[in-house]
């Protein structure tokens, strides 16, 4: 179990000066699936939305750099709440604020400038989806609480990881509209099952030490809840073209993704932390394969 950690120097974090390692490391630069499963939610609404190419690569590039950096700084506020448990459990206690390889006022000054570029990338977007953004920051701050006074801390992580779907499309379109609250109720789906999974890795670290999950609430229950969830961000997902007058092969597209999630279900064990690190790191695919299928409705 020594060996078992996720810190690894690894990725842009291998290329940078000693002294910068620790922040890399501390707003995960050396794992970028976090930042690729915020991303995805608000590529899901340019493929179903943006005018194309300008407008839509530009606000691919945008929302790929903050999902970065706001992903960054949601890992220093995560950090910094969790410093004191992440010592107990065996991935975690390499993290740069629990090893104390970066002090908390060092990571408080780190945070602010993540903030401040986030600010800066934020004000390039319509007012509708800068509002958005700004109230993005309470379920980002709340989401270390709800580990520890929730069973379903997953459910407030599902809120936040799907936000750039209605952002994304305010950014598209100028207007909140019902596809893009399809979207993001597909997309929470979709984060309450991978991040189930991805739960899996810590269940008896975190029972020890009294953080909850889902993964410890359902236990062997896990793969129906996963089949159901799964599901329904599939059926959200149909529900979203539909109102957005996507053409029909929207729908034949969706076969690929949900043939992803039952690959997902079928090869989950609860008992393999290495195999549900790589079913939850597999939702990129899946993600990538969710806008695919958006982008040929568009045809």
Not at 103 to 131: C, H, M, N, S, Y
Not at 260 to 272: N, P, T
Request: a positive charge; hydrophobic letters at 55%; proline letters at 6%.
């Amino acid at each position: 179990m020594a060996s078992y950690t996720d810190i690894r120097r690894e990725g842009l974090s291998a290329w940078l000066p000693a002294w910068a390692v620790p922040y890399a490391l501390l707003m995960r630069l050396d794992r970028p699936i976090g930042s690729w499963l915020l991303f995805l939610p608000g590529l899901w609404a340019f493929a179903a939305a943006a005018p194309f190419p300008e407008r839509g690569l530009w606000l691919t590039l945008l929302f790929g750099v903050g999902a970065v950096v706001m992903r960054g700084a949601g890992c220093v506020v995560n950090d910094l709440w969790d410093r004191d448990l992440d010592r107990k459990v065996e991935r975690t206690r390499g993290r740069p604020l629990a090893s104390g390889a970066v002090l908390p006022r060092q990571a408080l000054a780190f945070l602010a400038g993540l903030l401040l570029l986030g600010l800066l990338i934020l004000l390039q977007l319509p007012p509708v989806a800068i509002g958005l953004g700004v109230a993005s920051l309470l379920p980002v701050a709340l989401y270390p609480l709800a580990k520890r006074v929730t069973n379903w801390p997953q459910a407030v992580l599902g809120v936040v990881f799907t936000w750039a779907a209605p952002m994304g499309w305010a950014a598209a379109t100028g207007a909140l509209e019902a596809p893009a609250l399809a979207l993001w109720a597909a997309g929470f789906a979709w984060t309450l099952a991978y991040d189930t999974i991805y739960a899996h890795q810590d269940r008896e670290d975190d029972a020890l030490v009294g953080i909850r999950s889902s993964a410890l609430t359902l236990g062997e229950r896990t793969r129906p809840f996963l089949g159901a969830a799964f599901a329904a961000c599939i059926l959200l997902l149909a529900a979203a073209g539909f109102l957005a007058g996507l053409h029909p092969l929207f729908a034949a597209g969706l076969i690929l993704p949900a043939l992803h999630f039952s690959w997902q279900v079928r090869r989950l064990d609860i008992h393999d932390p290495g195999l549900c690190l790589r079913l939850f790191r597999s939702n990129r695919d899946a993600g990538l394969l969710i806008a695919l299928a958006l982008l040929l409705g568009r045809l």
